[in-house]
């Protein structure tokens, strides 16, 4: 009899985990399902919406390199005119040029140098937008560590700069064209996000800070806006090649600007493959990591994330020591 009710104890126990296990995998078989949904068949929300071809304007900031170029000529691509911010003014007549020609949109251009946090630059821009129908803003500019570095070791110019730029230039961008935003109730806002602000870089701590910062701020004043009409999203980026990741050759995981803005651009609204609010991580095989990385314990990742940083320093202090030899052999034969 004891061993009877000892069996069926046994019976429900092992039955209860069963049903627990096919639970939490049912749940992740139908999160990879819409994340594949979501990355490969669904279109993100349209950008007519936001006034494309209709007179509306694109905001870019860091809008002569990289990312941030890529964004103004696909905006501009998709009949937004064009206004682009960043610090070299020779670069961005340049852009503005090929831009207008290219696309026969109306270009603007406003240079300024985030680092220097100045606020008459930030408030000659706002009169400059204020004349202007501002339908999108995307804050792309950003600055990074130099390489790989131990926070107690890093210079206060750099952690500076990194919060003058990627946070507070952000702040100071939206706060300009929010309310523009919310009479017309109409506006898309994309903020230039990092896998370092989901998962922690150990040296790269102030950097990976400001992209969590960005993160968090991006969700919370999202679902602030949400019902005027306003789209504010955090763009999970892994590596793009481009001078500020010094990667030069496009991978599987690393795509060069211009098909990972493209993937960007054709999936507003879609999570693709983030678990994070009002965040989209569009590029698929950037998705599907996320995806994977959702999986295991942050703790993993921040050791294997820490791994890959102390190596990219020995390497970057190497390079550095194999210059600075170049150089002073190079001063002796002069
Ligand atoms: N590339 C990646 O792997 C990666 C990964 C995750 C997130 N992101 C994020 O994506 C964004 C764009 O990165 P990116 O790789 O495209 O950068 P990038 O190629 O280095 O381009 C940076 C752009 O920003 C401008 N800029 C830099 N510092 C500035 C300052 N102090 N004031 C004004 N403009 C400044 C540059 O202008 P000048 O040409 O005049 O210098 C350039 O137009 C950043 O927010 C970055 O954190 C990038």
């Known amino acids: 009899m004891e061993q009877i009710a000892q069996d069926s104890r046994l019976l429900v126990a092992t039955s209860a985990l069963a049903a627990v296990g096919a639970a939490v995998i049912g749940v992740k078989v139908f999160s990879l399902f819409k994340t594949l949904l979501e990355l490969y068949v669904l279109k993100g929300i349209s950008l007519k919406k ?40 020779s670069k961005l007549e340049t852009i503005s040029k090929e831009i207008a020609d290219q696309y026969g949109v109306e270009t603007k251009t406003y240079a300024m140098d985030f680092t220097k946090g100045d606020n008459e630059d930030f408030a000659r821009l706002g009169d400059m937008m204020s004349t202007i129908r501002v339908g999108v803003l995307v804050n792309n500019v950003g600055t990074n560590h130099e390489f790989p570095t131990p926070f107690a070791e890093e210079s206060d110019k750099v952690i500076q700069d990194i919060i003058e730029v990627n946070v507070k230039g952000a702040l100071k961008m939206t706060k300009l064209v929010l309310p523009q935003m919310q009479s017309e109730r109409s506006g898309l806002i994309l903020n230039l996000g990092s896998f370092a602000g989901m998962v922690p870089s150990p040296y790269l701590s102030v950097y990976s800070g400001s992209k969590a910062f960005l993160s968090t701020w991006t969700q919370a004043l999202a679902k602030e806006v949400e019902n005027q009409g306003i789209i504010v999203q955090n763009v999970n980026t892994y590596f793009v090649v481009s001078s ?26 879609l999570p693709c493959g983030s678990s994070v609010p009002f965040t989209s991580t569009s590029y698929p095989s950037q998705g ?29 202090l190497r390079k550095r020591e194999r210059l600075a030899a170049e150089a002073a052999a190079g001063n002796k034969t002069a």
């Open 50 to 89: 936001f006034g494309a071809g209709n007179g509306g304007w694109a905001v870019i900031t860091g809008a002569t390199d990289g990312i941030g170029k890529e964004f103004a000529q696909q905006l501009a691509k998709k009949k937004f005119n064009i206004l682009l911010v960043s610090r070299t003014a």
């Open 288 to 316: 599907l990591a996320n995806w994977f990385m959702n999986l295991l314990s942050p703790n993993f990742w921040i050791t294997q994330n820490f791994n890959i940083q102390k190596d990219v320093r020995r390497r970057a």
């Open 244 to 269: 500020m990741s010094k990667i030069r050759r496009p991978t599987f995981l690393i795509p060069l600007p211009k098909p990972y803005v493209a993937s960007v651009l054709a999936k507003i609204g």
